[in-house]
T-cell receptor
Framework: EPEVTQTPSHQVTQMGQEVILRCVPISNHLYFYWYRQILGQKVEFLVSFYNNEISEKSEIFDDQFSVERPDGSNFTLKIRSTKLEDSAMYFC?????????????FGPGTRLTVT | AQSVTQPDIHITVSEGASLELRCNYSYGATPYLFWYVQSPGQGLQLLLKYFSGDTLVQGIKGFEAEFKRSQSSFNLRKPSVHWSDAAEYFCAVGIMNYGGSQGNLIFGKGTKLSVKP
């Protein structure tokens, strides 16, 4: 069964450093998303991406964040200068037009720890 | 503002007992509703969804949920819980973006389910 994959599973970085989180969505999906979950809190929407551009972003997704689909398979989230409060689990998700744009399939997540 | 409330943070049930996890939503339009499950160290797995039609929807692993518009609820049920059902369960509402072409999900805080032998 096709699935969304994410790498790395755990990333530790120092405050102020740049990190790139990688995702490989399900191959025939068209819509891509990033969410995050701070420990003990709810899963929060960050950004959605379609047709090579951002279609929606939350107020969390400020200028420190960017997304890119550098090739036909990867979808990345970059944090330019990490802060302690960026420590969270980051989930990538994708959905395809055939199943409806809201039926999102999630990857296993990348746990980001900023020290 | 749109929101999802899961009033129970942690529920413990005995194996074989029935289960109901509560979910209430606040959304102005017709909601798209979902239940996801997260096992430790795993991602979010879609259990079931409601888009329209029959208000009782069946999902994977023997779960079902009932949409009640009058109560703004979408409670998840299972008649007989198995030890492998121990996990965290998230209710979510799909928010339509401008133009209706794509939406993001708003999640509740989750309910952790423990199963006693």
């Amino acid at each position: 069964e096709p699935e969304v994959t994410q790498t790395p599973s755990h990333q530790v970085t120092q405050m102020g450093q740049e990190v790139i989180l990688r995702c490989v969505p399900i191959s025939n999906h068209l819509y891509f998303y990033w969410y995050r979950q701070i420990l003990g809190q709810k899963v929060e929407f960050l950004v959605s991406f379609y047709n090579n551009e951002i279609s929606e972003k939350s107020e969390i997704f400020d200028d420190q964040f960017s997304v890119e689909r550098p090739d036909g398979s990867n979808f990345t989230l970059k944090i330019r200068s990490t802060k302690l409060e960026d420590s969270a689990m980051y989930f990538c998700a994708s959905s395809g037009s055939g199943t409806g744009p809201y039926e999102q399939y999630f990857g296993p997540g990348t746990r980001l720890t900023v020290t | 503002a749109q929101s999802v409330t899961q009033p129970d943070i942690h529920i413990t049930v005995s194996e074989g007992a029935s289960l109901e996890l509560r979910c209430n939503y606040s959304y102005g339009a017709t909601p798209y509703l979902f239940w996801y499950v997260q096992s430790p160290g795993q991602g979010l797995q879609l259990l079931l969804k409601y888009f329209s039609g029959d208000t009782l929807v069946q999902g994977i692993k023997g779960f079902e949920a009932e949409f009640k518009r009058s109560q703004s609820s979408f409670n998840l049920r299972k008649p007989s819980v198995h030890w492998s059902d121990a996990a965290e369960y998230f209710c979510a509402v799909g928010i339509m973006n401008y133009g209706g072409s794509q939406g993001n999900l708003i999640f509740g805080k989750g309910t952790k389910l423990s199963v006693k032998p």
